[in-house]
């Protein structure tokens, strides 16, 4: 019988060998096993809406299966540390049936920074949108356009057909079934929604409509963002934050020829953009196992000459103006992102609901913050 004994040099060579395997980042199902410590991201958590009182969003909100939550409020000065706005800050977290992701948190600032992206258009860079599926897409259609005629201020388009999974042959009008949605875009001075209902297919995981609610909606399903293309920008959020991405578009896309993206985005015709999706490391590129909470990246070609308003959507300002990602072990991701381009990165402190959060600007230049 053989007895196998170790040179001392191979001994340290196996210590390295696991030494390194210990400092590796491995990913099971959503996990990351960093120096043994556990970490995870997951979907976008919520969307940050400034505001200067909240009743009225609330009302709204609730309309669409949301109910209030958690309450929290900071000082000026600690308000300042976390979002870089100096001004009292009164928080409320609505929540939308179990979900873990897709919540608002409308924020109430004494003194807000300004009024907003308002009723902006699409086709901007800093805008920021909240897509929730619905049931009746037709009575919200209803509903704006009764705003409308009463005057109230509103930018909408009006509910498109497309089809999000082209199928691989056309299929029999009337006699063959159609996968496709419609979509609408309404845009209110505090809110920026696109909303679509399915026809056609189901996907079991991307979605929750609340079917007790007065319009029959999920809570917010992805998160949007518009850019100038860049691909280090872009990638910041597979490298930096980990996330799965779970499509993109290989190149530009004239856009103009479908006439859901040409309505919504109010496209021109040398316009080109393509998309990039992200979604938490426990989704799946398979649409059928793919779980909502999507960061949807709209980027487009430098010669589209696009209008930049960053600074009108980021904490402080009025409306759509900060997304969240809820973590596990934040100090990890502070290292990481300290470590990235992202800029301003501020501290890890406690947030107006006593939890660890900290805050920085990406290097596509939007304003994002880490909550554990």
């Known amino acids: 019988m053989n007895t196998f004994k170790l040179t001392q040099r191979g001994d340290v060579l196996i210590r390295i060998a696991i030494a390194f395997c210990v400092l590796s980042i491995l990913f099971l199902g959503g996990t990351i096993v960093l120096m043994g410590q556990e970490t995870s991201i997951g979907g976008v958590y919520e969307v940050g809406i400034g505001a200067k009182d909240e009743v009225a969003l609330i009302a709204y ?39 873990d992701h897709g919540l608002i948190r409308i924020m109430v600032w004494d003194k807000p920074s300004n009024d907003g992206l308002g009723l902006t258009g699409m086709k901007v860079i800093g805008n920021r949108w909240g897509a929730m599926m619905t049931a009746d897409i037709y009575n919200i259609q209803n509903h704006v356009e009764e705003a409308i005629a009463q005057g109230y201020p509103i930018y909408y388009v009006s509910p498109q057909r497309a089809e999000i999974y082209k199928p691989e042959k056309r299929p029999v009008p009337f006699l063959e079934n159609y996968p496709a949605i419609r979509e609408m875009c309404l845009i209110q001075p505090l809110t920026r929604q696109i909303i679509f209902q399915r026809f056609g297919y189901t996907l079991p995981n ?36 980990g996330l799965l991405k779970v499509r993109e578009s290989k190149s530009y896309e004239s856009g103009y020829e479908d006439a859901s993206a040409r309505a ?48 009108r959507s980021k904490p402080g300002s009025l409306g759509y103006s900060l997304y969240t990602y809820r973590v596990k072990n934040i100090e990890e991701y502070h290292r990481r992102v300290k470590n990235s381009k992202a800029q301003n990165v501020t501290a890890i402190r406690k947030n107006e609901f006593n939890e660890k959060s900290f805050s920085f600007i990406a290097p596509d230049g939007y304003f994002w913050t880490l909550i554990e």
């Open 206 to 241: 991307y979605g929750k409509i609340n079917y007790e609610s007065f319009f029959k909606s999920s809570q917010i399903t992805h998160l949007g963002i518009v850019m100038e293309y860049n691909p280090e920008h872009i990638e910041f959020y597979g490298d930096v934050l």
């Open 264 to 311: 919504i985005f109010d496209l021109e015709k040398h316009q080109r953009y393509g998309t990039t999706d992200f979604d938490n490391p426990s989704s799946s590129k398979d649409p059928m196992k793919a779980v909502s909470g999507r960061l949807k990246i709209i980027w487009f070609s430098p010669e589209s000459n696009l209008e930049e308003k960053l600074d």
């Open 61 to 99: 909100f609730e309309r669409f299966g949301y109910r209030v939550g958690k309450e929290g409020v900071l000082d000026e000065a600690s308000a300042e540390q976390l979002y870089g706005v100096r001004s009292k800050l009164r928080s409320i977290r609505l929540y939308h049936q179990d979900s």
